[in-house]
């Protein structure tokens, strides 16, 4: 059974998650957090020991998020190939996904917190790590059962690939037009039937 101090710290948490996503670690001030909370400093303070433990539940619970969405996409039925079109398929929309987020935590959390907050840039590269592994796992998949070939390692195609999709996000989200998310999809799709495809 849930308590009344675990619901409220999960409510503190997912209401506070888009608003560090929107507007960084530095730029979320106590008083965006009480407003949207409708808490307290002394209340939010009671249940996290400081502003940047919040913003760290915060980013771990859009990173949870993600992850979930990601898994969904990954762990469909079919082959290797199918799962990488699913993939990009999701891609193919990820900033209409992440909008109620506050937009892309990975870029949005992790080019904030590069200068200013040592512990949400490292929960950001790990977030980073699983995803590219994710990735990797279905590409190695793909190898073992004779289905994909690869010019490299699955992890090093993998960086790669996902590299791609995350400056498309990031292209995208600096100048508010998704033909950069649209057609680097496109892109990877073609790129993927005739590259790695056997």
Do not use: W
Request: net charge neutral; proline share 2%; aromatic share 8%.
């Amino acid at each position: 059974m849930t308590t009344k101090a675990e619901k409220t710290t999960k409510y503190i948490i997912e209401t506070v998650a888009p608003i560090f996503n929107k507007l960084g670690y530095v730029g979320t001030s106590m008083s965006d957090l009480t407003e949207a909370t409708g808490l307290t400093k002394g209340a939010l303070y009671g249940n996290f020991e400081n502003k940047e433990a919040l913003a760290l539940s915060a980013f771990e619970y859009n990173s949870k998020r993600l992850l979930v969405a990601i898994d969904e996409q990954l762990n469909t039925e079919g082959t290797s190939l199918e799962k990488l079109f699913v993939l990009t398929k999701f891609y193919r929309n990820y900033d209409i996904y992440t909008m109620e987020m506050g937009g892309c935590p990975i870029l949005k959390i992790g080019v904030d917190a590069q200068h200013n907050n040592a512990l949400l840039a490292a929960a950001v590269r790990e977030t980073i790590k699983t995803i590219e592994g994710k990735i990797a796992l279905v590409l190695e998949n793909g190898v073992n059962s004779n289905e994909l070939h690869l010019p490299v390692t699955p992890l090093q195609f993998a960086k790669q690939l996902y590299t791609m999709l995350q400056g498309a996000v990031a292209m995208t989200t600096i100048t508010k037009d998704r033909k950069y998310l649209m057609n680097t999809v496109a892109y990877l799709d073609v790129l993927i039937n005739r590259e790695i495809k056997k």
